[in-house]
C-alpha cells in the first residue's frame, strides 16, 4: 500500500512548510502549523500517479475588438450594496464577504437574498452554520418571511452542488460560510486550509459553469487561527469586507478587491432592529454628536471612491512624564502621524516631542488619503495651543516633507458636500482654488505652506 503523501501547512496564511516548527517564518504566527495530508479536493484530480491522462480539448478564443457582450447583473436593490459590487452582483462571479463574527454579514446577505427572490430570482442560501428554523426566525424578525428564498443547512460540497444542479440554475447562491464546509476528496478537519480551499475551488468552478452568482462568507477570528478568508482572496472576483465598531449602530461595507468595479468604494449601513438600513448620507451620520467648541477637533472633507464624505478628526495632546511619549492614532495610519509631527516640528517650530498625542477619527470609520494630512496637522496644532478651530470650518490637503500645502484630488466634490452640509469655510492648497466650483458659496482660505496656517491658528484667542 502506498505511503499517504502529508504536508504543513499554516493556518493562518496558509503558507505550505517543509517541516513543523512552532512559528510560520511567513506570517509569524505562533503554533499555526497543522500536518494535513494531501489531496487534490473537488476536480483536483488527486494524486498524480493515480489520474488518468486525458486529451486536451480546443478551446474557443476571442478577440479584444469587443464584441463578446458583458455578463449581466443581478441588481439587489440595496442600493449601498449595489454601489460597493460596482452594479449588482455578475452572472458566474464569486465574490467573498469578510468580517468579524457577529458584525452582520448574514443579516446583510439574508436581506440582498429576499430583496432577488421577491423580483422572481431564485437564490438559494445554504447555511452551515445555523439550522433553517434559526435563518427563518431571523428571516421572521426583520419582516422576510414572505419572501421566495430557498434555505438549506448543509456542509457538504458534494451535497450542495447535487442540490444546487437539481431544478433551474440559481441567480445567487449564498453559502454561510466557507469555513463550515468540507469535501470527502480532502483528508483535513472542516475548518483547515485544505479543506476551505478545496470548498471554495468547487463553488468557483460551479458558478463559472453554470453562471450563478456565488457569495462566500468567511469569518476573520480574533486569533487568526482559522485563515479561511485569506487564502481566498486570490481566488475570488470581489472581496468586501464588513467593518464596524460592536458598541456602535453603524457598518461599512469596502470593496478591497474587485473585478468588476471599483475597489475603493464604501456602503454606509446602521444596524437597527429591523436589520441594517441604508445611511444615503454618511457625513450626517459622522459629524452627529460633535463638540464644535472644544479645541482640536477638525472636519476633514475627504472621499471615499466617488462619494465625498466629512468626517470629524480629533487630536488631544497632553504634557507626559515618560520618558517616551505616547503616540496613540484610531483610523488613520501612524506613520503618516509621525511625519506630520516631524514636518510641525522642523518646519514650523511646533515641538510636540514631550507630549503624548491621541488621534482619533471620529464615528469609526478609516481614512487612508494623505488629504488628511492638513486636517490632522490643524487638529494638532488646535489642541496644544488650546484654540477651537471654527465650528463651520473644513480642511484638506496633503503636506509635503518641506511643509509645502499640496493639492488633491475632487476638490470640487468636497467643497459641493461641505456647502450642502451647510459649512461656510474651507482651508485647504492655494493650488486647489482654481478647482473650486464657480458660484461656490463659501470662503476659500488657500494656504501654501503649514507654518502659514500654524501661525493663523496660534494668533485666534483661547476658548
Same mark, same amino acid.
Given at each position: 500500500m502506498a505511503k499517504s503523501r502529508t504536508r504543513f501547512v499554516c493556518q493562518n496564511c496558509g503558507t505550505i512548510a517543509p517541516r513543523w516548527t512552532g512559528k510560520c517564518e511567513t506570517c509569524g504566527?505562533?503554533?499555526?502549523?497543522? !500536518? /494535513? #495530508? =494531501?489531496?487534490?479536493?473537488?476536480?483536483?484530480?488527486?494524486?498524480v500517479a493515480l489520474v488518468a491522462k486525458r486529451q486536451g480539448r480546443v478551446i474557443a478564443l476571442s478577440t479584444l475588438d469587443g464584441t463578446v457582450q458583458d455578463s449581466p447583473r443581478l441588481v439587489t436593490g440595496i442600493g449601498e450594496l449595489d454601489r460597493v459590487t460596482g452594479g449588482g452582483f455578475v452572472e458566474g462571479s464569486a465574490l467573498l464577504v469578510g468580517g468579524d463574527p457577529g458584525i452582520g454579514k448574514s443579516t446583510l446577505l439574508i436581506q440582498?437574498?429576499?430583496?432577488?427572490?421577491?423580483?422572481?430570482?431564485?437564490?438559494?442560501?445554504?447555511?452551515? !452554520? /445555523? #439550522? =433553517?428554523?434559526?435563518?427563518?426566525?431571523?428571516?421572521?424578525?426583520?419582516?422576510?418571511?414572505?419572501?421566495?428564498?430557498?434555505l438549506a443547512s448543509e456542509t457538504?460540497?458534494?451535497?450542495?452542488?447535487?442540490?444546487?444542479?437539481?431544478?433551474?440554475?440559481?441567480?445567487?447562491?449564498?453559502?454561510?460560510s466557507i469555513q463550515t464546509m468540507w469535501t470527502d476528496t480532502v483528508e483535513s478537519a472542516p475548518g483547515t486550509v485544505t479543506q476551505v480551499r478545496a470548498s471554495a475551488q468547487a463553488l468557483i468552478r460551479f458558478a463559472k459553469a453554470r453562471g450563478s452568482a456565488v457569495v462566500l462568507v468567511g469569518h476573520v477570528t480574533k486569533d487568526g487561527q482559522i485563515a479561511g478568508p485569506r487564502v481566498v482572496e486570490h481566488m475570488v472576483d470581489a472581496v468586501l469586507y464588513f467593518e464596524g465598531d460592536g458598541a456602535k449602530s453603524f457598518r461599512i461595507l469596502r470593496a478591497v478587491k474587485n473585478r468588476f468595479g471599483a475597489t475603493d468604494e464604501i456602503g454606509v449601513f446602521e444596524m437597527t432592529g429591523a436589520g441594517l438600513k441604508e445611511v444615503t448620507n454618511p457625513s450626517?451620520?459622522?459629524?452627529?454628536?460633535?463638540d464644535a467648541s472644544a479645541p482640536g477637533t477638525v472636519v476633514f472633507a475627504g472621499m471615499e471612491g466617488s462619494r465625498p464624505v466629512l468626517v470629524e478628526i480629533q487630536a488631544l495632546v497632553a504634557q507626559t512624564n515618560l520618558g517616551t511619549a505616547r503616540r496613540a492614532v484610531v483610523g488613520w495610519d501612524s506613520n503618516r502621524l509621525s511625519m506630520v509631527l516631524a514636518v510641525l516640528d522642523a518646519r514650523c517650530g511646533v515641538k510636540l516631542a514631550g507630549y503624548d498625542v491621541h488621534l482619533a477619527v471620529?464615528?469609526?470609520l478609516k481614512i487612508a488619503e494623505p488629504a488628511a494630512d492638513l486636517a490632522v496637522a490643524a487638529a494638532l496644532v488646535s489642541a496644544l495651543a488650546g484654540v477651537p478651530l471654527?465650528?463651520?470650518?473644513?480642511?484638506f490637503g496633503e503636506i509635503a516633507l518641506s511643509g509645502a500645502i499640496r493639492p488633491v484630488g475632487h476638490s470640487g466634490a468636497r467643497l459641493k458636500e461641505a456647502e450642502r452640509l451647510g459649512f461656510g469655510e474651507a482651508v485647504m492648497a492655494e493650488a486647489s482654488r482654481a478647482e473650486a466650483p464657480k458660484g461656490l458659496g463659501m470662503t476659500l482660505?488657500?494656504?501654501?505652506?503649514?507654518?502659514d496656517l500654524v501661525a493663523r491658528i496660534a494668533a485666534q484667542p483661547k476658548g
Open positions: 504566527e505562533w503554533n499555526s502549523i497543522v !500536518e /494535513e #495530508a =494531501v489531496g487534490g479536493g473537488v476536480g483536483g484530480g488527486g494524486p440582498a437574498a429576499a430583496a432577488a427572490a421577491r423580483r422572481g430570482e431564485r437564490v438559494v442560501y445554504v447555511s452551515g !452554520e /445555523e #439550522a =433553517v428554523a434559526q435563518v427563518t426566525m431571523r428571516a421572521r424578525r426583520l419582516g422576510l418571511a414572505d419572501a421566495p428564498v430557498e457538504s460540497i458534494e451535497d450542495v452542488l447535487a442540490t444546487l444542479d437539481h431544478g433551474p440554475v440559481p441567480r445567487l447562491v449564498i453559502i454561510d450626517e451620520l459622522f459629524l452627529s454628536d460633535r471620529a464615528g469609526g471654527p465650528a463651520t470650518s473644513v480642511a482660505r488657500g494656504q501654501s505652506h503649514l507654518s
